[in-house]
């Protein structure tokens, strides 16, 4: 594991820091009663703990992998490592981070550490990170309870997951940053559009921190054409609205070959004070 990120973590049992073995296969705390934890052989550490809940499926896991990998986000992508450089953000903390696709697209100037539930998605992001040598960093963890010392990011991006503010607030060093990400309200509308008879906007994030300063926003919106029923139907289970929109609704997707649609994003950033 990368040796800087490896320096920030802490047992989830014990909250002692952690060191690697020299083989790299094991990690292990410095408490008093030692814990240890396996390496997988993607390169990711497990460091829940019991009662932290599981996140997505393979199913689900596959499905986002095959519709970002496809490109149509990679503009949010390159927005938000403009802002990771804009800020000199050395040490980021990407809390949801799925199965990895914008973490390990955070690395080429800084270190960088994955942290979510779900094990398949951390297992992708993993294996993605070995495979292309991003030296990005990944662990199966809850962002409610973080493996993470106290005050050691200069950053923490938090896309589409929920905002577990407290948490934030306590691995934020003082003054440090975090980046916010959540649909605007013109998200997927050409989406619903073919669903829905009444097509509504989105109502924006209710998770937005109050504890921290607001530094800025901004609205990053274009059109995008999703091209074939397996992507179509990849973006739709991305969405909430997968799982509260009828048999009937859903099937209207069913023969859709090419969906254009609008994705509308908006990017917060907030500051923790000193």
């Not at 962002?143 to 993470?148: A, D």
Request: charged share 25%; glycine share 8%.
């Amino acid at each position: 594991m990368n040796t800087t990120i490896l320096s920030l973590l802490k047992c989830p049992i014990c909250g002692a820091t952690m060191t690697e073995d020299t083989i790299g296969r094991v990690c292990r705390c410095t408490g008093t009663r030692v814990h240890s934890y396996d390496f997988a052989r993607s390169g990711y550490l497990n460091l829940t703990r019991p009662g932290d809940g599981e996140g997505d499926a393979k199913e689900a896991v596959r499905a986002r992998k095959l519709f970002l990998d496809a490109g149509y986000y990679a503009p949010l992508a390159n927005t938000v490592n403009d802002l990771l450089s804009a800020l000199g953000a050395e040490t980021v903390l990407d809390a949801g981070c799925g199965e990895g696709y914008y973490t390990n697209r955070m690395t080429s100037e800084r270190d960088v550490f994955g942290v979510d539930l779900s094990r398949a998605g951390i297992d992708t992001a993993a294996k993605y990170a070995k495979q292309h040598q991003t030296q990005a960093a990944f662990a199966v963890g809850s962002i409610f309870q973080l493996p993470v010392a106290d005050q050691t990011f200069d950053t923490v991006t938090n896309l589409f997951a929920p905002c577990s503010e407290a948490e934030f607030t306590r691995v934020l060093k003082p003054g440090g940053c975090l980046i916010l990400v959540g649909a605007g309200e013109c998200h997927l509308f050409g989406l619903k559009e073919k669903i829905y008879e009444n097509p509504y906007l989105n109502p924006g994030r209710a998770d937005l921190p109050t504890q921290m300063q607001p530094e800025s926003h901004q609205r990053l919106n274009y059109r995008i054409q999703v091209k074939g029923r397996e992507e179509i139907e990849a973006l739709f289970s991305m969405t909430p609205y997968y799982w509260r929109t009828s048999k009937t609704d859903r099937a209207k997707l069913t023969d859709l070959e090419e969906l254009e649609t609008e994705v509308d994003f908006d990017i917060f950033l907030f500051r923790k004070g000193q």
